[in-house]
C-alpha cells in the first residue's frame, strides 16, 4: 500500500496537490452516443415490449438509459434474451445481453435516469461488425464536435 512517501512532492516540500487520473477499466472503451440519434434496444420484459435509447456503445457491450421504474427490472446479472439492437438505419440485429451495472444519474429535461451497463453476451460475426461500424462512427463524431471551434463570450 503506498504511503505518503508516494505521493508527488512540491518544490516547497509538500505533497503536490494532483488531479487524479482516470482509469479505463473495460476491456473496450465506451463511447458516448449523443441524444437523438436511432440508437436503441427493444426487448420484452414482463410481459411488455421495452424500448431504451442506447446511452453508450463498445465493442463488448451496450449502456441502455432507462426510467426508474424501468431499471427496476434491469438488475444486475439478469439475462435479457432476443434483444433487437438498432444502431441507426439499415443496422440492427439480434442478440443477448447481460446486465452488469446500473448507475443513477440527474438530467435537466427527464429528472432522474439510470444508464443500465450491458455486456453482449451472444453476438454473432455479422453483429460484430455493425457494432464496429457504430463505434467507428460515434469516435468520429466525438473528435469532430472535439475539433469544433468555440465562439467565447468576448468575441460577440
Known amino acids: 500500500m ?3 512517501s508516494s505521493l508527488p512532492i ?3 516540500g509538500s505533497p503536490e496537490n494532483v488531479e487524479p487520473a482516470f482509469v479505463q477499466r473495460r476491456r473496450y ?3 458516448p452516443a449523443p441524444v437523438g440519434l436511432p ?3 427493444e426487448f420484452t420484459l414482463g410481459g411488455r415490449l421495452r424500448v431504451l435509447g442506447v446511452d453508450d456503445l463498445a ?3 451496450i449502456g441502455l438509459r432507462a ?3 424501468q431499471a427496476t427490472l434491469l438488475y444486475v446479472g439478469r439475462r435479457l434474451p432476443r434483444v433487437w439492437v438498432e444502431l441507426g438505419s439499415g443496422r440492427s ?3 443477448e445481453l447481460e446486465v452488469r451495472s446500473r448507475r443513477l444519474l440527474q438530467t435537466f429535461l427527464l429528472g432522474q435516469q439510470y444508464v443500465v451497463g450491458c455486456r453482449f453476451t451472444d453476438l454473432s460475426a455479422s453483429a460484430e461488425t455493425i457494432v464496429e ?3 467507428a462512427e460515434l469516435e468520429r463524431h466525438q473528435n469532430v464536435v472535439a475539433a469544433a471551434p468555440t465562439e467565447s463570450l468576448e468575441n460577440q
Do not use: L, N
Open 93 to 95: 440485429f439480434q442478440t
Open 59 to 61: 465493442r463488448g457491450g
Open 39 to 41: 440508437f436503441m434496444a
Open 133 to 135: 461500424h457504430a463505434v
Open 10 to 12: 512540491a518544490p516547497d
Open 67 to 69: 426510467s426508474p421504474t
Open 29 to 31: 472503451t465506451r463511447v
Open 2 to 4: 503506498p504511503g505518503p
